[in-house]
């Protein structure tokens, strides 16, 4: 039997420090009071750029950190969403949002 608390625990942790990341992004963008300076400005909308970018990546990871722990919920956590065999916990490890085994992960990337 896994420690899926355990599992549960380290997503809880994560998905905290995404939402508070992408709250921190959000403000960042709408940074108010423009600068004088146009240089300045164009600066500010390049910093924007990457902000945004940065944003989206948290989101995308959020989202997948979610949809495991609807897993937790469920009892499908250790379990490959493809072919149903035991995600090891090693994997879990380093991947707590992964929702394939090994093998799995391995057939879809080379396809
Ligand atoms: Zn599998």
Not at 23 to 43: F, P, V, Y
Not at 83 to 100: V, W
């Amino acid at each position: 039997m896994q420690d899926q608390e355990y599992f549960k625990q380290k997503l809880l942790q994560r998905k905290q420090e995404l939402s508070d990341r992408i709250d921190k992004i959000d403000k960042d963008i709408r940074h108010e009071g423009m600068s004088a300076d146009w240089g300045e400005q164009a600066l500010e909308r390049e910093n924007d750029e990457v902000l945004e970018s940065l944003g989206n990546a948290s989101e995308i990871e959020l989202a997948r950190i979610k949809h495991a722990l609807q897993r937790i919920e469920a009892d499908e956590y250790f379990y490959c969403s493809e072919c149903g065999e035991e995600i090891p916990a090693a994997r879990l490890e380093l991947l707590p949002y992964s929702t394939l085994c090994v093998n799995c992960a391995e057939k879809l990337e080379r396809n």
